[in-house]
């Protein structure tokens, strides 16, 4: 969990000159002197990025032992965004899931997930994942576009230097300091307007309230930075963004309320507790966007060899989210940091804490009961780090140790009755050692272990390395990295409602972090339980099918005495339901099978097909503890860096999972008559008990046949009614569950639960290919391509049989960019650039989220300008989505179009002198 920093002993020195090639020169800090002897030979203009991540040192981008891309600052101010993750999500080998205009869940090589971390996201060295649910929220970093100095990308396994949850590969976020600035003073401040499509077909969900006016659909993000350099040893900065005003696109789910319709109940179930109700109001789905950041540096140098850097930052933000329970409503969301780093030469040490405040979010119900549950997240993060670099001879070391300590406060509405015990110790400890036998040749290996308390390991992640170069634009490289992911705090104790089956038995989302074992007969047989008694039954067993036919029956009753048709409901139904089963209850019933539903199949599929919803209880075995999943990734990789004239990679690597968590599974199993028996048994006896039971006197044509809450269609016969009724009870409300044991801090009882579980071992073969060609000063030709084996993947225990990478298989992108006065002219002139996007369809499937992304091309377009007579004044246009292919990202998702962002930024800076 350890993060890169830049002051180093090891250098190396460039000398350039104009239209020459460059000289470089390995020096150690140490050193008093160097001889050496330059010859420029004639080139193009050289520029070789020097990069930090890969190794935690500066190194070029072409020596590093890893697959890195880069976006520099120019590149990043050339496109405005709405957040970070708009620019990340072009890079090679990224995969992204886009939620809707603000909320993106980053990827690197597959495997990506919803409101998860499957990549290891810094900035400043600093993590930006929230604490107790580790999402990263690019839409929550404090700092704007003018304060980034660069963005590095690694591709593959980092855990030897970054610890846990680094097996995707790295995502770091690098600021400007005060202190490297040319004036006294230098800021900006900018204005972006943004415009979205209207929301359309083919978005099957826009049931509700769409915005068709072009104001209705503006979003307006001012921004300002002022660094401020009061000498030579002291500077410090300020950036802020504030957004006001933005909507995003509409998008209704059909089990979720009714806008402006349903009135919904916003409280919390704690505990295992009833719902307690806070308040209840008409549901409004809210699509606003806002966000109000803002971020302090201050840098003092304290000597020539001592850097001292003190920052902090708030944002807070209101946006639709997804999460994986529903939709999440996230609404003044705040999240804060404070971070200290001090730098003497090569030791590095800082200390920082995270911390977010989850403000008036809820889950949006997902079910009749219209139940919101808030989420009450005042979570945080204590990290502090020590690292240090030597040069020994012909070797380099870096090593170094770090503690995390994440400790969740939800008010019991995250973690329920886990809460006391869902604190995570993180402690680690790392050596990385490079040899250079030859100006060629460079051999790496590092060695990290890590412990942890929840789950408790002792994890190991060694990473070898070969990179042969033989001369300075081409390098080969071989490398070995074991990489782990440990399971996030909702994967280990979350405890949470995700909805009501009306009959006492809930869905809810729980934390596997002890194990779940089920309970049994004599004989080896499953058995399960209802909420109506405290006994348990054999699924195999039909004699009891009559009590669980008069439980069915009493769940009508209740529903009957609900609608307030007949006075004393208690005192006149029990007497005509007791009728109309006469002759089932008994034989009939006891010759109908009972059979186990997997509640997610049946989420997906509703009872259309009986079989695709049955579960196979050959597979229902106990469970497991969580543990870490583990990734060794073998790559091949060739770099190719020709000046500034082209450039090529090539990345080949293979990557094998264990213990690979999968997507929450489901854990009990609904029991239900099996459906074409049922219906058989009661046509039976049910016409004649119908008949008989209206000759009585019963006014079973009031109560069914002429009510529309049970189905009425006015017939003049209640058979048919009566008939659903019951069939509908089966299917919906369930005879009981299969549930565990108690033996997870006693919270299963007889609900549905959904909890995570490692289902085996997982491999891809893929790879990245990029690169860039420059014909001359005036145009920039790039194209990325990436493939991976697998989209999904094969598992007997997992939901459905497998478990989807939630990414493509094939996905490529080609930018043109046209610099019409020059690329060596930054300071004014007119540029453009195009870039043509595809990605392939693939299947999709987190918790309830289940379905199919389709295949997409997307053309995106942005002009720069910056107009001689002013200078210091820059305007950006970009528009993404140009054909406005509506395109959606995920199940449960919008549908998102052509999004156009217009910024005019002006830029200042002074001397004091």
Do not use: C
């Not at 295992?272 to 201050?298: A, C, I």
């Not at 339980?529 to 009508?556: C, E, F, M, V, W």
């Not at 579960?615 to 497991?624: D, E, F, G, Q, R």
């Amino acid at each position: 969990m350890n993060f890169p920093f830049q002051n180093i002993i090891y250098r190396v020195v460039v000398f350039k000159a104009t239209n020459f090639e460059q000289q470089e020169y390995s020096v150690d800090g140490n050193m008093a002197s160097i001889d050496v002897n330059i010859q420029f030979a004639s080139t193009n203009v050289v520029i070789q990025e020097v990069v930090v991540t890969a190794s935690k040192r500066a190194e070029k981008i072409v020596d590093a032992p890893a697959s890195i891309s880069i976006l520099t600052e120019e590149k990043i101010k050339r496109n405005p965004y709405i957040s970070p993750a708009d620019q990340i999500k072009k890079l090679p080998g990224v995969d992204n899931i886009q939620v809707n205009l603000v909320v993106n869940n980053l990827s690197i090589r597959g495997f990506n997930q919803l409101f998860t971390q499957s990549a290891l996201a810094i900035i400043d060295n600093r993590l930006i994942s929230l604490p107790s649910l580790r999402f990263n929220a690019y839409q929550l970093i404090p700092n704007n576009i003018s304060d980034f100095k660069r963005i590095e990308l690694v591709r593959g396994p980092a855990s030897a230097l970054y610890g846990p949850n680094a097996s995707y590969g790295v995502i770091n976020i690098i600021t400007k300091s005060p202190l490297d600035q040319k004036s006294d003073i230098e800021g900006s401040v900018s204005m972006t307007a943004g415009l979205r499509s209207i929301a359309k077909a083919p978005d099957p969900g826009l049931t509700g309230p769409i915005a068709t006016s072009l104001v209705d659909r503006l979003l307006l993000q001012p921004e300002m930075r002022l660094s401020y350099k009061l000498s030579e040893k002291v500077g410090m900065k300020l950036s802020m963004t504030w957004m006001p005003k933005g909507l995003d696109y509409e998008h209704y789910e059909p089990l979720e309320p009714r806008t402006g319709i349903d009135k919904v109940n916003y409280g919390s179930y704690l505990r295992g507790d009833q719902f307690q109700v806070d308040s209840v109001s008409t549901f409004d789905k809210n699509f606003e966007l806002k966000k109000f950041s803002g971020d302090f540096r201050f840098d003092y140098k304290i000597s020539k060899k001592v850097l001292w850097i003190i920052n902090g930052g708030y944002s807070q933000a209101t946006n639709l989210g997804i999460s994986p329970l529903g939709t999440s409503q996230s609404e003044n969301f705040k999240y804060a940091y404070g971070q200290t780093r001090l730098n003497i030469n090569s030791f590095f040490f800082q200390t920082y804490l995270n911390y977010n405040d989850a403000g008036n979010s809820f889950i949006i119900p997902r079910d009749n009961q219209l139940n919101a549950q808030l989420l009450k997240d005042k979570s945080y993060q204590l990290v502090s780090q020590i690292q240090n670099s030597s040069k020994v001879g012909k070797f380099f070391f870096v090593y170094g140790s770090d503690y995390s300590f994440t400790n969740p406060n939800t008010d019991s509405t995250i973690f329920g009755r886990n809460e006391g015990n869902a604190k995570i110790h993180q402690i680690g400890a790392y050596l990385q050692a490079e040899y250079k036998p030859t100006d060629k040749l460079t051999l790496l290996a590092a060695l990290r272990g890590d412990f942890q308390n929840n789950p408790e390991e002792i994890m190991i992640s060694p990473r070898g390395a070969i990179v042969y170069k033989p001369n300075m634009h081409h390098a080969i490289r071989l490398t070995y990295n074991r990489a782990f992911n440990t399971p996030s705090m909702i994967n280990l104790f979350s405890d949470i409602f995700e909805r009501s089956l009306g009959n006492g038995i809930n869905v809810r989302l729980v934390g596997n972090n002890r194990g779940f074992d089920y309970n049994y007969d004599a004989n080896g047989n499953l058995m399960f339980g209802r909420p109506s008694s405290p006994d348990l039954y054999t699924i195999d067993q039909k004699l009891d099918n009559s009590a669980h036919l008069k439980s069915l029956t009493n769940l009508i009753l209740e529903d009957l005495n609900s609608d307030k048709k007949f006075p004393d409901p208690n005192q006149v139904f029990p007497s005509y339901l007791d009728k109309l089963m006469k002759n089932i209850e008994g034989d009939a019933i006891n010759k109908v099978d009972k059979l186990a539903v997997d509640y997610l199949a049946y989420d997906k599929n509703g009872f259309t097909n009986q079989e695709a919803v049955r579960a196979n209880l050959a597979n229902v075995v106990n469970l497991k503890a969580l543990k870490s999943t583990v990734t060794q990734t073998f790559e091949l990789g060739y770099k190719f860096i020709q000046n500034t004239s082209y450039s090529l990679g090539i990345d080949i690597y293979y990557s094998i999972r264990n213990n690979f968590l999968s997507t929450s599974s489901t854990a009990t199993y609904n029991v239900i008559f099996d459906n074409a028996q049922f219906e058989n048994a009661l046509r039976t006896h049910l016409r004649a008990n119908v008949d008989s039971t209206m000759a009585a006197g019963a006014n079973l044509i009031e109560l069914f046949d002429k009510n529309p809450n049970w189905g009425g269609n006015n017939n003049g016969d209640a058979f048919d009614e009566i008939l659903n009724a019951y069939l509908n009870k089966n299917k919906r409300q369930t005879l009981g569950t299969i549930t565990p044991s108690n033996n997870n801090f006693g919270i299963v009882g007889n609900d549905i639960i959904l909890t995570p579980i490692n289902v085996g071992t997982a491999d891809i073969l893929g790879t990245d290919v990029y690169m860039s060609v420059y014909p001359n000063k005036h145009f920039e030709i790039a194209g990325n391509f990436s493939f991976i084996n697998k989209d999904k993947i094969i598992f007997s225990q997992a939901v459905n049989g497998y478990v989807a990478l939630n990414a493509p298989k094939y996905k490529s992108l080609i930018s043109f960019e046209h610099f019409i006065s020059g690329r060596a002219d930054n300071q004014t002139g007119l540029s453009y650039k195009i870039v043509w996007r595809w990605q392939d369809a693939f299947p999709a499937f987190s918790t309830v989220w289940v379905g199919d992304v389709v295949a997409a091309n997307f053309i995106d377009f942005n002009i720069n300008y910056t107009p001689k007579p002013i200078k210091n004044l820059t305007l950006t246009f970009s528009m993404s989505n140009v054909l406005d292919n509506l395109f959606q990202g995920f199940p449960g998702t919008a549908h998102i179009g052509r999004v156009s962002l217009l910024k005019l930024q002006y830029n200042f800076s002074s001397s004091l002198k």
